[in-house]
């Protein structure tokens, strides 16, 4: 998530603004993301005739 932006725009005090949230997101990821942890976000569809794309 920090080296892509941070190679296409060399532009380091952007990055280190966007650092706390960028690991914010990622300990919510790491938390809440996925219910075998895995690295991959999971949802569950409230509503059974929704888009089925992922289980």
């Known amino acids: ?3 892509g932006p ?3 725009t060399a ?3 952007f990055i280190q ?4 949230n960028l690991l914010r997101a990622l ?3 790491d938390t809440y ?3 075998d942890h895995d ?7 409230m ?3 929704g888009l089925e794309n992922q289980d």
């Open 1 to 3: 998530m920090i080296r």
């Open 6 to 8: 941070t190679k296409w």
């Open 11 to 13: 532009d380091k005090a």
């Open 17 to 20: 603004d966007l650092k706390e």
């Open 27 to 29: 300990k919510w990821i």
């Open 33 to 35: 993301g996925g219910k």
């Open 39 to 45: 690295g991959y976000v999971e949802y569950k569809g």
């Open 47 to 49: 509503n059974k005739h």
